[in-house]
């Protein structure tokens, strides 16, 4: 528990909620915010072709598929742990990677504090099985991959040395279909797709 510095920490959300930044609760994690929110965040900074930035929450959408490509038999639960794996960017933003090493580790254990909450929330474990954070870590990688080659202007090779060309998938590559959807079309197939999983 983070001590109270004397100053507003906490954020109002759409649904009324005031989420405490820095000693969040799992009562106040509502899924309609974590949508609203990740559909309006761009991933790489919004550098990246087509008439809508490619959010968040449509990476999100693609790693829980990239993750379903490489273990097919993921039980629905640790589905979701990779839909949520960027959560807590609805309200902290997508700090791009070089960005985040040179913050350090302060803003790490701010994000996963708050993952912790969002995880509590769904009925998820804090800390997930060492198999499970790895498959959705690889997940997040061939995501990168695609994105950063159909998407932000990288060269298949270079994007090869950041982030690996994805292997061993049960599907092809060209299967996942990365056009940058609308606010509102992004927001609803994620919000729909974490009920499922959730709920079904």
Known sequence: MMPPTGKR?????LSGRRLDLLNPSPLDIELEDIAHGLARVARWNGQTIGAHPFSVAQHSLLVERLAVAFAPELEARWR??????????YVIGDLISPFKAAVGLDYKAFEIR???AIHIHFGLPPALPA????LIKRADKAAAY???????GFSEGEA???FSRPRGLNTSVD??????????RAQDLFQKQVEALHLG
Not at 80 to 89: C, G, I, K, N, S
């Open 175 to 184: 299967s996942f279909d990365l056009t940058p959807l609308a606010t509102g």
């Open 146 to 152: 695609l994105e950063a080659t159909r998407l932000a």
């Open 114 to 116: 708050l993952l912790d």
């Open 9 to 13: 920490a906490w954020q109002r959300m």
């Open 131 to 134: 198999r499970i954070a790895a």
């Open 160 to 162: 090869a040395s950041f």
């Open 80 to 89: 979701l742990a990779a839909l949520l794996h960027d959560a807590p960017e």
